[in-house]
Nanobody, 114 residues
């Protein structure tokens, strides 16, 4: 079955950086679009970034120029490099893909605070 396992979250000061990873298994990774959503406390889940199998990317306006999504098809892993982090980037970050239906990881918590 499809498995998505996120890692790399943690506590970081404003202006800092983190890199999230999502290890995928159970499907043909190289042809599937992958992405990251996040959910802040008390808010709805929102798209952060998405990357197609061919490497085309889409970003939320709020993270453009600060976050970079990438993928390593040899490792079945998608990454989210987050720079210049702001307190409003705080939330649980979820990896997702679509295989028959939307598939989600369990999430990794990112806290941006001084």
């Amino acid at each position: 079955q499809v498995q998505l396992v996120e890692s790399g979250g943690g506590l970081v000061q404003p202006g800092g950086s983190l890199r999230l990873s999502c290890a995928a298994s159970g499907f043909i990774f190289s042809v599937n679009a992958m992405g990251w959503y996040r959910q802040a406390p008390g808010k709805e889940r929102e798209l952060v970034a998405r990357i197609t199998g061919g490497g085309s990317t889409v970003y939320a306006d709020s993270v453009k120029g600060r976050f970079t999504i990438s993928r390593d098809n040899a490792k079945n892993t998608v990454y989210l490099q987050m720079n210049s982090l702001k307190p409003e980037d705080t939330g649980v970050y979820y990896c997702y893909t679509v295989v028959n239906r939307t598939q989600w990881g369990k999430g990794t918590l990112v806290t941006v605070s001084s």
